[in-house]
């Protein structure tokens, strides 16, 4: 198969070379460009340039150099069209058909996009009309206007159809990029009108449209059809703008409407995007996570924008970016609020916004009536969930916290994690081969296994720390990981290689375990320090390590009361003293 030029030039504005290495290169910003360890050969001192304005990437180590598309064919050695294919899987881009027809001129549609804009602005600032009444209303300014480029479709069946007919276009192109629809009578004006707003990409170029009724007009809001050049799922509106803000702030605040987006950009708040009338897709947040790693949601405090905060913290998440809500409790979205009250007032909110979890928690606390023991056991259960989607040391933290606020053992929260692990589990485990196996896979102790365990295949060193420090890893399939990896570490490595190929490690698993480690490696991230990580999921180890073992303690102290031996029972009581004096010992040194 032959790729369109067109193509190849679309699908490079569309990733950005930035986010595509950086999921395989650790990059650190340096000046207009990022820096890194060269991934193609050995060295100490980083010499692996990134330039993200040009989408170009030089070594001065080893001379390798090239586009997105020569990184993602050498780094995983695939040919140019497997390298395209990948990345055309990983961002949700479809793929042109096989050559039977005529080429997709992406450029063509480019411009026609760009003479509708053009329309829409002078209808908007030429002369009195109704569109520039909402927008003056609305406490917009001119100069807002300018930046956005906004717009007005007058009341018409054929305007935008008529002036772009003038201008060459057919309406079979108008038909493709939804500017127009054909009825019984013929064709129409799709927006009619309206405000519009155009929505352009983070290169510059309009690729649709959103409008806004004026008047009884339904629906409120109007998007343009989706088209060889316009996936809502893979845009957020006004990154084109406000990315580079978004960058120098290291955050952004992500709300519901184009309005909100304006009114705060305008006031001051200028990290800002919204996503285009859907729900938040994996693309929109694999796209924002290329400018920040934290991400600020803004959204209704009604049922729907709660159902909606609910779905884009998981999707952040996986986009490996922390999430923080913001909620204005008064009935008010951004726009209401801002000016009513100003930037400041705003940033406060921001500046207050709740973590993820504790949003999520809080959500759950509905309608509970905490006075009654069965609620308060209800709602623990509900919060189940919640807490088997955190890392190891973010878990360990929720359930103290809850532990402390209803007066109960953090070891029976565990247990009510750890037992729905096993619920889950009982279902057999399916992939292409001849077995099926069964595992329970307790969520605390999965995460905690392949935690150490990626540690490890980062940095070869921490398999002798794990045996120095009396680590036993819970899981079956981590066993069994761990066992590959050992023999691997102890191999003699190149000066300045710390890691182990995870290539070579995958060759020695079954597809079941080669599967959970890749979805492993994929959202557990160790970060900057990795003796921090490595500490924290020790201290982590320990802590589930005493819960059992005071559980254990406990139960047999029990049994020797029944039974009345009172040399054991002193035994146990003792042992179980000194195990709660070193724990407490350990929270006062803030292990």
Same mark, same amino acid.
């Given at each position: 198969?032959?790729?369109?030029?067109?193509?190849?030039?679309?699908?490079?504005?569309?990733?950005?070379?930035?986010?595509?290495?950086?999921?395989?290169?650790?990059?650190?910003?340096?000046?207009?460009?990022?820096?890194? $360890?060269?991934?193609?050969?050995?060295?100490?001192?980083?010499?692996?340039?990134?330039?993200?304005?040009?989408?170009? @990437?030089?070594?001065?180590?080893?001379? #390798?150099?090239?586009?997105?598309?020569?990184?993602?064919?050498?780094?995983?050695? $695939?040919?140019?069209?497997?390298?395209?294919?990948?990345?055309?899987?990983?961002?949700?881009?479809?793929?042109?058909?096989?050559? =039977?027809?005529?080429?997709?001129?992406?450029?063509?549609?480019?411009? %026609?996009?760009?003479?509708?804009?053009?329309?829409?602005?002078?209808?908007?600032?030429?002369? =009195?009309?109704?569109?520039?009444? @909402?927008?003056?209303?609305?406490?917009?300014?001119?100069?807002?206007?300018?930046?956005?480029?906004?717009?007005?479709?007058?009341?018409?069946?054929?305007?935008?159809?008529?002036?772009?007919?003038?201008?060459?276009?057919?309406?079979? *192109?108008?038909?493709?990029?939804?500017?127009?629809? +054909?009825?019984?009578?013929?064709?129409?004006?799709?927006?009619?009108?309206?405000? %519009?707003?155009?929505?352009?990409?983070?290169?510059?170029?309009? %690729?649709?449209?959103?409008?806004?009724?004026?008047?009884?007009?339904?629906?409120?809001?109007?998007?343009?059809?989706?088209?060889?050049?316009?996936?809502?799922?893979?845009?957020?509106?006004?990154?084109?703008?406000?990315?580079?803000?978004?960058?120098?702030?290291?955050?952004?605040?992500?709300?519901?409407?184009?309005?909100?987006?304006?009114?705060?950009?305008?006031?001051?708040?200028?990290?800002?995007?919204?996503?285009?009338?859907?729900?938040?897709?994996?693309?929109?947040?694999?796209?924002?996570?290329?400018?920040?790693?934290?991400?600020?949601?803004?959204?209704?405090?009604?049922?729907?924008?709660?159902?909606?905060?609910? !779905?884009?913290?998981?999707?952040?998440?996986?986009?490996?970016?922390?999430?923080?809500? $913001?909620?204005?409790?008064?009935?008010?979205?951004?726009?209401?609020?801002?000016?009513?009250?100003?930037?400041?007032?705003?940033?406060?909110?921001? +500046?207050?916004?709740?973590?993820?979890?504790?949003?999520? $928690?809080?959500?759950? !606390?509905?309608?509970? *009536?905490?006075?009654?023991?069965? +609620?308060?056991?209800?709602?623990?259960?509900?919060?189940?969930?919640?807490?088997?989607?955190?890392?190891?040391?973010?878990?360990?933290?929720? /359930?103290?916290?809850?532990? #402390?606020?209803?007066?109960?053992?953090?070891?029976?929260?565990?247990?009510?994690?750890?037992?729905?692990?096993?619920?889950?589990?009982?279902?057999?485990?399916?992939?292409?081969?001849?077995?099926?196996?069964?595992?329970?896979?307790?969520?605390?102790?999965?995460?905690?296994?392949?935690?150490?365990?990626?540690?490890?295949?980062?940095?070869?060193?921490?398999?002798?720390?794990?045996?120095?420090?009396?680590?036993?890893?819970?899981?079956?399939?981590?066993?069994?990981?761990?066992?590959?990896?050992?023999?691997?570490?102890?191999?003699?490595?190149?000066?300045?290689?710390?890691?182990?190929?995870?290539?070579?490690?995958?060759?020695?698993?079954?597809?079941?375990?080669?599967?959970?480690?890749?979805?492993?490696?994929?959202?557990?991230? /160790?970060?900057?320090?990795?003796?921090?990580?490595?500490?924290?999921?020790?201290?982590?180890?320990?802590?589930?390590?005493?819960?059992?073992?005071?559980?254990?303690?406990?139960?047999?102290?029990?049994?020797?009361?029944?039974?009345?031996?009172?040399?054991?029972?002193?035994?146990?009581?003792?042992?179980?003293?000194?195990?709660?004096?070193?724990?407490?010992?350990?929270?006062? =040194?803030?292990?």
């Amino acid at each position: 198969m032959t790729l369109d030029s067109n193509f190849i030039d679309e699908l490079k504005n569309r990733v950005n070379i930035v986010d595509v290495i950086g999921r395989e290169v650790q990059l650190k910003k340096a000046g207009s460009s990022y820096k890194g $360890l060269c991934p193609f050969h050995s060295e100490k001192t980083p010499s692996f340039n990134v330039n993200e304005e040009r989408q170009f @990437y030089h070594c001065f180590g080893c001379g #390798e150099k090239g586009d997105v598309i020569r990184f993602v064919e050498k780094y995983n050695n $695939l040919s140019f069209m497997e390298a395209v294919e990948k990345l055309c899987d990983d961002y949700g881009i479809r793929m042109p058909q096989e050559k =039977r027809g005529p080429r997709i001129d992406y450029n063509k549609y480019y411009e %026609i996009n760009r003479k509708a804009a053009r329309f829409f602005y002078r209808n908007l600032t030429t002369g =009195r009309n109704p569109g520039y009444t @909402y927008i003056r209303n609305r406490g917009i300014k001119d100069e807002t206007i300018v930046k956005f480029g906004l717009g007005y479709a007058p009341d018409s069946w054929s305007a935008l159809l008529d002036y772009l007919t003038e201008e060459g276009v057919s309406t079979q *192109d108008m038909l493709k990029l939804g500017l127009i629809q +054909q009825g019984r009578k013929g064709y129409y004006d799709k927006f009619r009108n309206r405000v %519009i707003f155009p929505i352009i990409n983070t290169s510059g170029k309009v %690729i649709g449209f959103g409008g806004r009724a004026l008047g009884d007009i339904k629906p409120k809001y109007l998007n343009s059809s989706e088209s060889d050049i316009f996936l809502k799922k893979n845009n957020l509106y006004a990154l084109n703008i406000t990315k580079k803000d978004i960058s120098s702030e290291d955050q952004v605040l992500m709300v519901e409407g184009y309005m909100d987006v304006i009114s705060l950009y305008q006031s001051g708040v200028r990290n800002v995007v919204a996503s285009l009338g859907t729900a938040l897709t994996e693309n929109q947040g694999r796209l924002i996570s290329r400018y920040t790693k934290n991400v600020v949601l803004s959204y209704d405090a009604d049922g729907a924008g709660i159902n909606a905060a609910m !779905r884009g913290i998981d999707i952040i998440r996986k986009a490996d970016c922390n999430v923080r809500i $913001l909620q204005i409790n008064d009935g008010k979205d951004p726009d209401e609020f801002v000016q009513k009250n100003g930037k400041e007032a705003f940033l406060n909110l921001i +500046q207050n916004a709740v973590p993820a979890t504790d949003f999520r $928690l809080s959500v759950l !606390r509905r309608g509970f *009536d905490f006075s009654s023991d069965q +609620q308060v056991l209800e709602y623990i259960r509900r919060c189940v969930p919640v807490l088997e989607s955190l890392s190891p040391v973010e878990q360990d933290i929720y /359930i103290r916290k809850l532990a #402390e606020e209803f007066g109960l053992s953090e070891y029976a929260i565990a247990s009510e994690i750890r037992a729905d692990g096993e619920k889950k589990s009982q279902e057999p485990v399916r992939y292409s081969g001849n077995r099926n196996r069964r595992e329970k896979n307790n969520s605390v102790d999965f995460r905690l296994d392949f935690s150490f365990l990626i540690l490890a295949i980062s940095n070869r060193d921490y398999v002798e720390r794990m045996k120095k420090d009396h680590i036993t890893l819970m899981t079956a399939v981590g066993n069994r990981i761990f066992s590959v990896i050992e023999p691997l570490a102890k191999e003699d490595m190149p000066a300045g290689v710390l890691g182990i190929d995870p290539g070579r490690i995958y060759n020695q698993l079954d597809p079941e375990e080669e599967i959970r480690l890749r979805n492993a490696m994929k959202v557990i991230r /160790i970060g900057p320090d990795d003796e921090v990580f490595y500490q924290e999921c020790l201290s982590s180890y320990q802590r589930n390590r005493n819960r059992e073992k005071k559980a254990e303690l406990q139960s047999e102290l029990s049994t020797a009361e029944r039974m009345g031996n009172e040399e054991e029972v002193a035994r146990l009581a003792k042992e179980l003293m000194d195990l709660s004096s070193r724990e407490k010992n350990r929270k006062a =040194r803030g292990i």
